[in-house]
């Protein structure tokens, strides 16, 4: 609400600054644009800029910083005793008085002492924001005023709005990166506390797999064992079973697409394959554990075969239908990238579409393919929601496609789900199955670029 | 169409004789009932403007035009007296006997053994691998590119030089051992040094091969052919021996065309 009106405030300034820029421009020479050294516009936008950015950036500070002051101002003002309560009480306490200001529930009765603090929370609560509304214009109107004295003739106005729009660029591809980094250190620290109570070793080459540890040391039965092999072999089997299915029907589907269909017919089969791209993976799940699931669980009985309701082999094969359009597609693109001038080459040797196909587009689109496969094997290792509802649980060494597995991302799902401590060896191991993920997957899509690329340059 | 009088269309022991060609692509008409015979062991060159049809109509002779979309080919083209435009007739074996040369060098990306290998290995013309390291040595000979070559046999046609990866394309093109090969401005990407080489290497294969060439360079038409056919719009102007078509043209658009009025 705060953050809206703040908003709100700012972008009236800002467009306010625009049109003043626009028309400054314009009057300073009595509107003959052509004489300006940049247009109108970007006189404008300059002065927009001013309003906004360092308005913007001060409203960021204040908020941040907020909380923490009014929290030491509301807490200097209890009492002694309370002040000198441990921190984890007086967070409690603190939390306490929040609510009660903001008309939440609280404990019951709260003492006279937290409701007078209630109330002078809600009153610096009340000062602070329009200390800052009041800052935040003033900031944004000074500004406009110092930003406005420069507008002139000769102003260049479009060369300066242009270096503030890269930054802003650059700080929005600074962003993502360091989300990215954010990402990799949180996983590596939780991933390192887990391995200080369970060796590396132990977790990478241990073959048995029962995350459940005593909470309480009355517990017994779940000593806790996290060697990972049985997850890494669940995760390696259900994808092979994947790529069985996607690869070939892909680059089949690619080919077909490519070199034979007529444009009309591809008009119509790509668009379709690429539905099944969109569809979301969950409703691949539904129909794998509730469809395929059975069904091959009936299919193996009637060969004498034990097959669980949950196997390995169904949520393969529902996974390698969902990458189906990203092998099709991407290989698509890589066989249209390889030149007419080379089947011609082909053709005018007396060579059939079939042995061009097979003797020069493939090899020449190997690569490319390859990237697209590789590609398709880290969305396959890092697809989650298919494995949780039709692969099960168990974590069962076995390479047999008949019987429950579990893979990576099933157990970081249920190792995190509900209610759980995170300090344990259980919800750690999480991180460390989740590190692991990150690193085949990255390392799986930078030899699938590394190559798409090396392709790339053959032929531009 | 032709007047026989101006023009001699037809000649004695033709290799290729085509009588009433058209072509039209989805609907639109690109060549009028063209007829011409293509001589044995000779040099014929198509010249003519831009978008007049000597393209297109080298591409009747071996049906590469079959690959485009909406193309439809009417008239008769016999090789050696069997017609080629018959639905009967395996395109796929006719171009095994009418060799292509494109304008773009366009080596397969394989190694330059490969590329020469291709052609034989898919035909199975050669039994063993004795055999067939002889077809790619004769055939890299007879392209005036072993000497280069012979070294680095395994590394890559495509890191060979423009004029060399278009002498290349012509060994590999007979290296299956055609009757007619068909180079379409097989010069247009080369250096002045390439193509002379590449005109020295036309004139020596055509007392194996009876060769169509579709050039933009008079000279080039001068030097290398024999026989000369006009093309303009779609037709053809005026055909006849090349020393007649450019010293004594009997069609004034001939005339102009190649004393440089226009096109």
Known sequence: MQVWLILGVILLLASYGYQRGRGGALASVSGDASKLHSLPSYHGAYLALWAAIPALIACVIWLSAEHQIIKMLVISGLSADSQALEPQRLALLMSDIRNLASGDIVRADPSPEVQAAAVRYAELAQVSLYAKLAAIAALSALCLFFAKKRIAEQFRARNRVERIVRYIMIAASVIAILTTIGLVLSLLFEAWRFFLRVPLHDFLFGTHWSPQTAIRADQVGASGSFGAIPIFAGTLLITLIAMVIAVPLGLFSAIYMSEYASPRARGAIKPLLEVLAGVPTVVYGLFAALTVGPYIRGFGESFGIDASSESALAAGLVMGVMIIPFVSSLSDDVINAVPQALRDGSYALGATQSETIRRVVLPAALPGIVGAVLLAVSRAIGETMIVVMAAGLAANLTANPFEAVTTVTVQIVTLLVGDQEFDSSKTLAAFALGLVLFFVTLALNIIALKVVRKYREKYD | ?263
Not at chain 2, 179 to 192: F, K, Q, R
């Open chain 2, 1 to 263: 169409m032709l007047d026989s009088e101006t023009n001699s269309a037809t000649i004695a022991d033709p290799k290729v004789v085509c009588r009433d060609v058209s072509v039209s692509y989805s609907g639109k008409q690109a060549l009028f009932d063209i007829d011409l015979d293509i001589g044995i062991h000779q040099v014929t060159s198509l010249i003519g403007p831009s978008g007049c049809g000597k393209s297109t109509f080298l591409r009747c002779m071996n049906r590469m035009n079959d690959v485009i979309d909406g193309c439809v080919v009417t008239g008769s083209i016999s090789v050696d007296g069997v017609e080629i435009l018959d639905d009967e007739i395996d395109a796929v074996q006719l171009r095994r006997r009418v060799g292509m040369v494109f304008q773009k060098p366009n080596p397969f990306p394989k190694s330059i053994y490969d590329n020469i290998a291709y052609g034989p290995r898919i035909h199975g013309l050669v039994r063993g691998k004795d055999e067939l390291d002889e077809v790619v040595q004769t055939s890299l000979e007879r392209a005036g590119l072993w000497e280069e070559v012979k070294d680095r046999l395994l590394q890559p046609g495509t890191g060979l030089s423009g004029g060399q990866q278009q002498r290349l394309c012509i060994a590999r093109a007979i290296a299956v051992r055609p009757d007619v090969i068909l180079m379409d401005e097989p010069c247009s990407a080369l250096d002045p040094i390439a193509t002379a080489r590449v005109e020295e290497l036309i004139d020596e294969l055509k007392r194996s091969y009876s060769i169509v060439i579709v050039t933009h360079s008079m000279q080039q038409a001068a030097r290398v052919s024999q026989r000369t056919a006009f093309f303009h719009l779609g037709i053809v102007v005026e055909v006849g021996e090349t020393e007649q078509i450019f010293t004594n043209p009997r069609d004034e658009r001939t005339q102009g065309y190649i004393t440089g009025r226009y096109g």
